[in-house]
């Protein structure tokens, strides 16, 4: 049967896990160990790029970024996934549902503009090594990152201001975490523009991913093509 509510709702229900009791604790040391791991990892990574100069170049500054956004995208997962699997409970506030949907989509969209940044630099590097220095300053480099962010905020935070102008009359989310597409399916409203800009932010990436990747390997073609 399917929940009706009003868009006041503020508790909203996830499809669970359906664990049996004896797996609880488990799941529980399973999901705990990871997120420690991927933390450790995380930081690890960071610390090594602060404290080895040698890696204090435009390469490792926007790797930098990639345990950054890591560390946001498994927060926003493991954090209300530990909680869930601890107190069995299926249920999270609106508010928090849509907080982690927006942090979920924040961290997918800013990992491929960072990789994208990350290619934008090896083919400086290739195609142009005796400019590289005076093109990939410190003050270029800190451009794009702030870019790669701001970009990663303002598309998500467009998909988003599109999804809560809508009203909600539904509270059953089928799936153990939120996205857009879960908090989309709550909507008793037309959705059209919202599917349309969500194909045009996934198509869009797509696009500027394989145009970086195709730059970045464009001198190894031409060589091959010339031997």
């Not at 970024?65 to 996934?81: A, E, K, M, R, V």
């Not at 990350?118 to 702030?146: E, F, G, Q, V, W």
Request: charged residues 10%.
């Amino acid at each position: 049967m399917v929940e009706i509510s009003s868009n006041s709702t503020d508790i909203l229900t996830l499809q669970g896990f359906d664990l049996p009791p004896q797996g609880v604790y488990a799941a529980f040391i399973f999901a705990m160990l990871s997120y420690l791991l991927i933390i450790f990892s995380n930081v690890f990574l960071m610390a090594t790029i602060i404290m080895n100069k040698s890696l204090h170049q435009p390469m490792y500054f926007l790797l930098f970024n990639l345990p950054i956004n890591d560390l946001i995208g498994s927060s926003t997962f493991f954090l209300q996934l530990i909680k869930e699997i601890l107190l069995d409970s299926r249920y999270i506030e609106a508010s928090n549902c849509i907080a982690q949907a927006f942090f979920v989509h924040v961290y997918w969209v800013t990992a491929a503009l960072i990789l994208s940044a990350m290619a934008y630099d090896r083919y400086i590097a290739i195609c142009n090594p005796l400019k590289y220095s005076t093109i990939m300053t410190n003050s270029h480099i800190a451009k794009i990152i702030a870019s790669v962010w701001l970009v990663a905020l303002l598309l998500i935070g467009v998909l988003f201001f599109l999804l809560l102008r809508l009203p909600r009359c539904r509270s059953l989310i089928s799936q153990t975490y939120c996205d857009n597409p879960s908090l989309l399916a709550l909507v008793c409203a037309d959705t059209t523009i919202n599917n349309i800009y969500g194909l045009f932010i996934t198509a869009g990436l797509q696009v500027f991913a394989v145009a970086d990747q195709q730059e970045s390997f464009s001198p190894i073609s031409i060589h091959v093509s010339s031997a």
